[in-house]
């Protein structure tokens, strides 16, 4: 065997081992079969619809399960980062969704535009009215572009302003980072947004993903890096937070803080944003008179403010006080996941309002706990299980590192190597994401299996 394939060999083989570390800690039990009989209906087929329908698939002996879902491709979202960074290509983050419903679950391709939790129905686009005893409400999150004035997302990438959380938007990210190569002095600005955002490390990701690509070219000299920060520091749990203020330190990236991205002069290539006293996820009111200030950029990344679907937050499943409300999340409780009020609906993943930062590695915790907790329900009984905030996100600091961020709730830092220093990036976790994640994905998360 030629020597660099040994090496591919050597590093998927260690991706995959570091895969079943993680899984391996995991360490939930499984409940025997349940003879429970019931009509669940799951609304929406991204990470988290699958991997509930495969917890359920397989709990339950005699199963009613309808998932609802418009999308004939699924997305592997944590992709669209290396789609950025030239690692992977389009296709290789899409997947039929025919392939990934579990056997015996009915696939209705259709969208959901009303919930009626008080008469147990939901209203479809072209079905009718659908009829459920259980509702598993995981339509994730939404992402208003028209929040930010003069950007709309046909238009992504126009006056070089990109955004990687769309699946078009980060092909063309890549496509910009490399014509930056040739630019000599050049402004770079990147924001994330106020509100609760899924991957909140994402806007860091490309950041740091962009400054790399331009030193391996040999290309960063005489470029700016300017990043517009929503909060009054980069990133909670202190640990990580304090670990990226040193790299952006070292990397001459310049953090702005309590600033929110308002408007995006596209032609004239100019960003403006409002300076807050204080970080809130409430809408800008139109009468507060905050500082205004426009930056001019070449090259800008930023974030849309997000929010739960229209359809959720007109509904009464959405939360209706507190700082919550403004984004219409989904009224659960933190540990069992089921509606405060409405106890035959369950939420999680991005569209609830569980107090964790909204990720594919927090829906693998959460799914078979919800799972258990739902069929717990059906069998008359109450839900016994718990779910602590764990969530993970791996932060790209450079090609070939990263920093593996996992806490739960109350901050809690979570490490899956506990002998490991979590506030270091490292290699390891860069082969990891790079080779091990989206197997695990497709092969265990969504096949409930991990
Ligand atoms: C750029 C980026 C980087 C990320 N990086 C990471 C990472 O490194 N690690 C990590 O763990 N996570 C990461 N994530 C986050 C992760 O992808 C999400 O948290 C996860 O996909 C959320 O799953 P979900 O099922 O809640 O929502 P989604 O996966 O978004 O699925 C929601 C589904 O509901 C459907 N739907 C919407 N409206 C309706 C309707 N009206 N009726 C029926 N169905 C509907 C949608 O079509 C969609 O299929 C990243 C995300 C992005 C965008």
Redesign the pocket.
Known sequence: MKKNQTRRKFIKTSALGLGGLIVARQGYKYINQSTAKAKIVI???????ITMAAYLSNMLRDKDITI????EI?LY??G??LIAAGIFNAKDVAEPTSKLIPRGVTWLKD??QDLNPESNKVVTKSSGTISFDYLVL????QMNFDLVEGISRKNLGEGNAHC??DYDGAQRCFEAIQKLENKKETKLVFTDTYTKL??GG?PKKITFITDSYLRKKDARTGKTFDYYNNGATLMTPDLYGDRLATLYNEKAITPHLKHRLVAVDTYGKKATFEELPEPTLAPTPSSANYEKVVVDYYFLHFVPPMST?D?VKKSPLATQEGDLKFGGWVDVDKETMVHNKYKNVISF???SSLPTS????A?RMQAPIAAANLVSLMEGNEPEQKYNGYT???IVTEYGKVLMCEFGYDKEIMPTISWLDPGVEKGMWWVLKKHGLKPMYYHGMLKGLI
């Open positions: 609304v929406g087929g991204g990470a988290a619809g609802i879902e418009p999308n699924h979202q944590p669209f980062t969208s959901v995981v339509p994730g999150g990687i959380y899924k991957c994402a679907p359809f993943g991005d569209v909204k990720t594919g590695a829906i993970a996100c791996p």
